[in-house]
Every structure is written in C-alpha cells, then in structure tokens.
C-alpha cells in the first residue's frame, strides 16, 4: 500500500545516504545501521549528541523523547531561509574584528560598531529568515548605544527575538572576501564565538573565505565584504 510520509529534508537526505551506504556494503536491504550510519552523517548535531548519549538504545530513547510530538492537525515543521550581506572599508590602525574574534593585521574595517562584516551578514540572514526586516531597523547606526559595541550583542538580542517567536536555527553558512590576512585558521575560534552567542553548535555554523582576485575595492585591501544564509526551522 502506498502512502505519504512527511519527510523533513534531512531525513530524506538521510534515506537517500543509507540507500548508498546499503550498496556500499552490498546489501540489497537498508537495515538500521546503515540508517544510524546515515543519520550520523546527515546530521552531525544530532549525531553528537548521540555519541555523547553513548549510542545506546536507553541513550537514544532519551534522545528522542526530547523531539515534541507532532498533535494531531499540528502544522509540521517548516523551514524558513534568510540572506545577508555586509560590506565595510577597511582603515590603518582600526582592529580586524570578525566573527566575533579580533584577528591580527594593519587595517580593520571602519563602522560605527566593531564593524564585524560576518557577524553582521549573519544577524541580517536571521532577521531575514525570520521575517524581522534589517539588523539596520534593530541596531540604526544613528544610535548612540550601538557605538564601539561588540557585533556579538546584535546576535544575542537576535537569538532573543527568534527565541520569542519559536524560531530555531537549524544551520548558518557564510563567506567572507578578503584579499589578506588567510581566515582560515580562525575559522574555529570564529565558529566557537558566533555559535556561544546564538546558543547553537559550532558544527551549525559553515565558513568559508575567498580573495576577489585582486579586483576591485576588496581586490586592493580597502574593503571587507560577507554574504551568509541562515536556515530556521519554526
Ligand atoms: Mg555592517
């Protein structure tokens, strides 16, 4: 008999590796492990806090009591995304704060808070996933209170509102462009500063850097830019 199972993405992601993971292995069935294997790899949130769970039945009962049960006429879950972008000039003599961290070199950009690009292009792909306008509209650049302050704070008070609307952040991938210093060995550091102020893992949190290639404000050293997109699930 055929019948319609609400999948959410994940899960379809899921069954689609464990199918691979079954050939893999030359089996013609998809037994439980090969589902375990795959929802390891799927979801790697999930997948922690069961190997901190010890992988055990009891542990993953435990687990799963957690998951609220879907009333009958509840609308399932829905997944909501948002983009954002930031661009800021950089200065002699101003600190290269990004990602919440403050990474070693010459020039920093210029703003009227710390004028952290990433931490800004992300707040703007959550209030964009969320339907909550500009993180010009939540922090105006006009406002006294916002001068010097840590991005940090905007994605603190952004996490409040997402929290207030039952909005949960399911995964954040971003890109800084930058023509120097390299970022990559401060991506931990970065993931672990913008995660402890959303309240999420590192593992939600993407990053990736690219030069422009020498073209361009951001090809000479002038300026800094980051696009980021954020997923909710409500
Ligand atoms: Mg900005």
Redesign the pocket.
């Known amino acids: 008999m055929a019948c319609d199972i609400p999948l959410d993405p994940v899960t379809k992601l899921a069954i689609f590796f464990a199918a691979k993971t079954a050939d893999e292995h030359e089996s013609k069935l998809v037994r439980p492990a090969h589902l375990l294997v795959a929802l390891a790899g799927s979801d790697t949130s999930l997948a922690k806090k069961l190997m901190k769970a010890g992988l055990t039945e009891a542990g993953l009962r435990k687990e799963l009591g957690r998951i609220k049960p879907t009333k009958a006429g509840e609308r399932p879950h829905l997944h909501r995304s948002g983009i954002g972008y930031?661009?800021?000039r950089l200065a002699e003599g101003r600190k290269l704060t990004l990602g919440g961290i403050v990474v070693p070199f010459e020039k920093g950009p210029v703003?009227h808070?710390d004028?952290?690009?990433l931490a800004?292009a992300i707040c703007d792909a959550l209030l964009g996933a969320a339907g909550l306008g500009d993180?010009g509209a939540h922090f105006p650049d006009t406002d006294p209170k916002w001068k010097s302050v840590s991005s940090l704070l905007f994605l603190e008070h952004t996490r409040k509102l997402l929290d207030q609307r039952s909005l949960r952040i399911i995964h954040i991938d971003a890109v800084v462009i930058l023509e120097r210093p390299k970022l990559g060995p401060h991506f931990p550091a970065m993931r672990a500063a913008l995660a402890k102020s959303l309240g999420i893992e590192p593992e939600q949190i993407n990053l990736k850097a690219k030069t422009n290639e020498g073209v361009g404000e951001i090809g000479r050293g002038e300026a800094i830019a980051s696009h980021a997109i954020a997923t909710l699930e409500a």
């Open positions: 930031d661009l800021h703003g808070s004028g952290d690009a800004h993180i």
